[in-house]
């Protein structure tokens, strides 16, 4: 069932808030993505959006065409009923080729001006005002290469103190599909001196899920088939119309895979870390970051960070996550 949120029920959920302990309150959230890309991000959006430990206040465009990637978010949000969340166009690298916009079918026809929410041309400068006038500790979910982070970063090193960081990024002791060679994962590799900037600032916590864990998650059997018949669910519908489109336009999808399971669902177990993340195990990681972006664990390493590198249970990540999607 959707969650409306509408004026009346978002006052009804404030009321209900005011009730609560102060631990149970939702944290006020920036989601910095190069949606549009692979449909896990658009799987991620989701997740968020069903998640009431988790306050989005803003989309932060990654990388890429901030316009295309700006529409895609929008979109999804637009259906999500929460045209409340800024959308933020990060720094723009050109118009990407039809070839690169995975999920544009989706979005051929929808412009920016149909979202009736608040839309910020500068999302650097919307990204540091945000944080510089909040309140509370703002965690920053980050899930794909971060040249807009990075240069907020740059002009502002100070408000990374106010910020929990959690990204999905890095290679540490297992590669893509489980491969034990370490890869230089694509969110690190695609700009690897701005992450260098953003994994070396003095956010108030850092917490990363490699490629170790969430590059061998994804969705399938029962599980899976909730989601894919979940007709009346127009956020899950917006997903699996992204994901149908997404998939025949990737040269790693063959045949009917997405009517089977999901693609590799990266960057969920970054979602999933900033409010729970009680089915990982973690360890504290020293390591350097090469130039064909490898993070490479060295106890005299540069940077350090909270490392997810294993599961304590997987399979119950995918119950709980298809429970959380559904709306259950």
């Known amino acids: 069932m959707l969650r409306s949120f509408s004026y009346f029920a978002t006052l009804s959920l404030v009321s209900a808030c005011l009730l609560l302990p102060t631990y149970l309150a939702s944290k006020p959230v920036v989601f910095a993505t190069d949606i549009g890309g692979d449909v896990d991000d658009t799987w991620a959006l989701a997740h968020i959006l069903r998640s009431k430990e988790l306050d989005l206040k803003m989309v932060l465009t990654e990388t890429g065409e901030a316009e295309y990637r ?16 800024i959308v933020a166009l990060g720094k723009d690298f050109g118009i990407m080729p039809d070839s690169e916009r995975h999920q544009g079918p989706w979005v051929r026809s929808y412009k920016l001006s149909d979202y009736k ?5 500068d999302g650097v400068s919307a990204f540091i005002d945000f944080v510089e006038s909040s309140k509370e500790t703002v965690t920053v979910i980050a899930v794909g290469p971060v040249p807009s982070l990075a240069e907020a970063i740059e002009q502002r090193p100070e408000i990374a103190k106010k910020c929990d960081f959690f990204g999905m990024f890095g290679s ?23 992450f260098r900037t ?4 003095d956010w108030r916590s850092i ?19 909730e989601i894919w018949q979940a007709t009346s669910d127009p956020l899950l519908n917006a997903v699996i119309e992204n994901y149908c489109i997404w998939a025949p336009r990737v040269p790693w999808i063959h045949c009917d895979f997405f009517t089977q399971k999901s693609s590799t669902l990266f960057d969920d177990v970054a979602v999933y870390m900033a409010y729970d993340g009680s089915l990982l195990n973690y360890e504290t990681l020293h390591f350097d970051v090469s130039d064909e972006g490898k993070t490479l664990v060295d106890n005299n390493g540069k940077f350090v960070a909270q490392v997810a590198t294993n599961w304590k249970d997987i399979k119950a990540f995918g119950s709980f996550l298809t429970d959380r999607l559904l709306g259950n």
């Open 70 to 85: 700006a529409k895609v978010a929008a979109k999804v949000l637009q259906v999500a009923e929460r045209e409340d969340v």
């Open 117 to 121: 929410g608040p839309i910020e041309q």
């Open 207 to 225: 917490t990363l899920t490699p490629l170790d864990t969430c590059g061998i998650f994804f969705l399938s059997g029962e599980e899976y088939q």
């Open 172 to 194: 540490f002791y297992s590669g893509y599909d489980g491969s034990k060679e370490i890869s230089a994962e694509y969110n690190v590799a695609n700009n690897v001196e701005a």
């Open 198 to 201: 953003v994994i070396g600032a």
